[in-house]
């Protein structure tokens, strides 16, 4: 279900500006990233926003109390909660702003937290991918940046062996 579509028949989105709404702005360090939850969490979240006081109730909050994300869909499917044999991910627009990186395998989430909603960050680039071998997770802070785009729904298949996951 694509919720562009829907905010322009609502009349939130004007179908004109859909080229220019697409672009992808490296100035503001926007990128579609995906988000794993449960089909009625990704609904909820498209009707009404991501709900930071649940962040991290079900998976852990390594960098602080924020929505993940990926720019991989297996470390999203991660996340994935399976309803009726079903899985599902957002791929969302996100706007990072000023982004913190961090490369800690066990990182201080308080100090990191701090630094993004009181300081001068945006957002935080976890590089599990360096200290562990994994994927890179973007944790948002701040909702009014996270816009969900699409809602996908999958089933999975035969299971691949990943260097994460052998």
């Known amino acids: 279900q694509n919720v562009v579509q829907k905010a322009i028949a609502m009349g939130v989105l004007d179908p004109g500006e859909l080229n220019e709404a697409n ?3 490296p100035e503001i360090n926007e990128w579609l990233l995906f988000h794993g939850t449960s089909t009625s ?3 909820n979240i498209c009707e009404h926003d991501f ?10 909050t390594l960098y602080g109390r924020g929505a993940y ?6 470390k999203a499917d991660e996340y994935a909660r399976e309803e009726n044999g079903v899985f599902t991910v957002l791929l ?3 706007l990072g702003g000023r982004v913190k990186y961090c490369d800690e395998r066990t990182p201080d989430a308080e100090a990191l937290m701090d630094e993004c909603t009181t300081g001068v960050y945006d957002s935080i680039l976890g590089d599990r991918r360096k200290c562990s071998g994994t994927y890179r997770e973007f944790v948002i802070f701040d909702t009014e940046n ?11 298949g035969e299971f691949i062996k990943t260097p994460s996951h052998p």
């Open 51 to 60: 709900t930071m006081r649940l962040a991290g109730s079900a998976t852990g």
């Open 69 to 74: 994300l990926a720019e991989s869909i297996t």
């Open 41 to 43: 969490a990704a609904q």
């Open 146 to 156: 996270v816009y969900p785009e699409y809602i996908i729904k999958y089933k999975r």
């Open 92 to 94: 969302c627009r996100v």
């Open 23 to 25: 672009r992808v702005d």
